[in-house]
């Protein structure tokens, strides 16, 4: 069983930026795709940006060109680089992983447990 260690959120001004890392940690044979989803009070929770494990990349049309997903296969970890955050990206991000525990598994979806990033004045 796979657990994402989600670490970076806080509180920030406009204009300001973050790293948040989620780290998975447990026995796993591969990593598919790693990724971030937020979710806003009130709203459903959204893609923000995925990367697979040959390092394509994938992200919402509103963080596109302020965000920056990344991720180091040897430890695991995918990293979210947010830059020149706006209110609207205040929310809980999740990150996410489609993993094989065993090389004969199924891929299997994990969620972290989330972080809250809140930009404010």
């Known amino acids: 069983q796979v657990q994402l260690v989600e670490s970076g959120g806080g509180l920030v001004q406009p204009g300001g930026s973050l790293r948040l890392s989620c780290a998975a940690s447990g026995s796993v044979f591969s990593i598919y795709n790693m990724g971030w989803y937020r979710q806003a009070p009130g709203k459903q929770r959204e893609l923000v940006a995925s990367?697979?494990?040959?390092?394509?990349?994938n992200y919402a049309d509103s963080v596109k060109g302020r965000f920056t997903i990344s991720r180091d296969n040897a430890k695991n970890t995918v990293y979210l680089q947010m830059n020149s955050l706006k209110p609207e990206d205040t929310a809980v991000y999740y990150c996410?992983?489609?993993?094989?525990?065993?090389?004969?598994?199924?891929?299997?979806?994990?969620w972290g447990q989330g972080t809250q990033v809140t930009v404010s004045s």
């Open positions: 996410n992983a489609d993993y094989q525990p065993h090389y004969y598994s199924d891929y299997v979806h994990s």
């Open positions: 990367t697979t494990s040959a390092g394509s990349t």
